[in-house]
């Protein structure tokens, strides 16, 4: 299980954005028990953007720190803290595959959007050892309805760790991501405004397949995760 909350704002009339998070997470394996653990993680992203075309490069810097313990959070064994600059990009397409044309918001036109997100990421870990990591995460989202939409995507990533104890660990690491979501119609809620005062629920159906390759063998790894996570926004 995963609970999360972000919070996101303008930074006075700057083209930035400033993102803030947090989110607690338990993790069990049904197949190795004995690397369940339990996280939180917390992160604050600034980043570019354009407010005349949201399809534009978008820079971003994140720092984030996350923190490991033991199962029912009951004492902490590991710390984490990533720093991540990177760039996104989109390109919105019509119902009839036409590039929909540059503005700040282009939700409303938009049936496909293609994306890719790079970055470069530095971590510092306690217990060592720290490393250095590259992403490339291309996706893609089709507007199903005005209720449903499908997205997938790919991480993948490459990763090389400090030397420590004799060790020199690299990996390349995959993960296909699915996700069906399903936005609860506002008149199930009665008057339009309930919804909102609800923060428009929406019903996500994931599917992701993880796969890690290690040059020290008993690091490498494969993973199955499905399941469903209920989201809530509100704009002020």
Not at 25 to 31: G, K, L, V, Y
Not at 206 to 218: G, H, L, R, T, V
Request: aromatic share 18%.
């Amino acid at each position: 299980p995963i609970a999360a909350v972000s919070c996101s704002t303008p930074v006075f009339d700057l083209p930035l954005r400033f993102t803030a998070g947090v989110r607690a997470e338990i993790d069990r394996f049904t197949q190795v028990p004995s690397a369940d653990f339990d996280k939180v993680a917390l992160s604050s992203r600034l980043q570019y953007i354009d407010p005349n075309n949201d399809q534009a490069f978008s820079p971003y810097f994140v720092y984030a720190p996350r923190f490991d313990f033991d199962p029912f959070f009951r004492e902490r064994f590991a710390t984490r803290q990533d720093l991540n600059l990177g760039v996104n990009k989109t390109f919105n397409f019509d119902a009839n595959f036409r590039r929909v044309p540059f503005s700040p918001d282009t939700l409303a036109e938009t049936a496909w959007s293609f994306g890719v997100t790079v970055f470069g990421q530095r971590r510092f870990r306690d217990p060592q050892p720290s490393s250095w990591a590259f992403f490339v995460i291309p996706s893609m989202t089709y507007v199903i309805s005005e209720n449903w939409n499908v997205s997938l995507g790919i991480e993948l990533m490459r990763r090389w760790f400090d030397p420590y104890l004799g060790f020199n660990e690299a990996e390349w690491f995959i993960e296909p991501i699915a996700t069906l979501e399903f936005v609860l119609p506002e008149s199930w809620f009665g008057p339009a405004r309930n919804a909102r005062l609800f923060g428009r629920p929406a019903i996500d159906l994931q599917m992701a397949y993880e796969q890690n390759w290690s040059n020290i063998p008993a690091f490498s790894y494969s993973a199955w995760h499905v399941g469903a996570a209920l989201k809530l926004g509100w704009r002020f």
